[in-house]
């Protein structure tokens, strides 16, 4: 398998533009979270999916991002309009939790430069 | 809510030598997940180990072993033998336990805020 697949692997824009990150999950996984990694804040968890649905986005830092998974292998995270302080290496990862199976595989994150 | 603590910010050792880096968590739940993750300056985040609560014996993994002292949540990761390639980022992390036909829930890996591991020739 490939693992979990991020794209772009780095993306530099504009304050303002609106920014879309792509995820595939591992074929067969069931959770699909994504996560933000900051020098000050470390590893924050932004939302995670079950079979397609959002679980729990309570940390989602607000209305400027929104996550969509329309299948099981695609997932997005946009931030529209992007600010500086949106800078920040985003994680997709994924899981088949509750069999027995719990840990995360991490794909290789995005790095976002907002200017 | 749970809550993960690696008090040791940076840490420095020698080629070959025996590292053991510190995690302490507090939950008042009792079944649970811990993990060890690695992310070298490739950026990948890399599990190291998983230990599982309800488990006494340590998990181990080749050249990596855990500490786990379930009463004093504390869940140390000890590197023996420790070469160039473990130079990383390490975190601890905790997650907790959900049923076979739980859904939704709080299934969330908090992390910690990390120790980074530089090994010296």
């Known amino acids: 398998d490939a693992g979990v697949i991020q794209s772009p692997r780095h993306e530099v824009t504009e304050m303002g533009q609106e920014v879309t990150l792509r995820c595939k999950p591992i074929?067969?996984?069931?959770?699909l979270f994504w996560y933000r990694q900051t020098m000050m804040r470390g590893l924050e968890l932004l939302i995670y999916?079950?079979?397609?649905?959002?679980?729990?986005d309570s940390g989602m830092p607000e209305d400027r991002f929104s996550a969509k998974m329309p299948n099981a292998s695609f997932s997005t995270l946009k931030i529209q309009p992007s600010e500086p302080r949106d800078s920040a290496v985003y994680f997709c990862?994924?899981?088949?939790?509750?069999?027995?199976?719990?840990?995360?595989?991490f794909g290789s994150g995005t790095q976002l430069s907002v200017l | 809510a749970q809550t993960v603590t690696q008090s040791q910010p940076e840490m420095s050792v020698q080629e070959a030598e025996t590292v053991t880096l510190s995690c302490t968590y507090d939950?008042?739940?009792?079944?649970?997940?811990l993990f060890w993750y690695k992310q070298p300056p490739s950026r990948q985040m890399i599990l190291v180990i998983r230990?599982?609560?309800?488990?006494?014996q340590n998990a181990t993994e080749n050249r990596f072993s855990v500490n786990f002292q379930k009463a004093a949540k504390s869940f140390s990761l000890k590197i023996s033998d420790s070469q160039l390639g473990d130079t990383a980022m390490y975190f601890c992390?905790?997650?907790?336990?959900?049923?076979?036909?739980?859904?939704?829930?709080?299934?969330?890996?908090?992390f910690g805020q990390g120790t980074r591991l530089t090994i010296n020739p």
């Open positions: 990862a994924s899981s088949l939790l509750g069999r027995g199976n719990e840990k995360l595989f």
């Open positions: 074929s067969g996984h069931d959770y």
């Open positions: 999916f079950n079979n397609n649905v959002p679980i729990d």
């Open positions: 939950t008042s739940e009792n079944n649970y997940y």
């Open positions: 230990q599982e609560a309800y488990k006494q």
């Open positions: 992390a905790f997650m907790k336990h959900v049923g076979v036909m739980a859904y939704g829930g709080a299934q969330k890996l908090v």
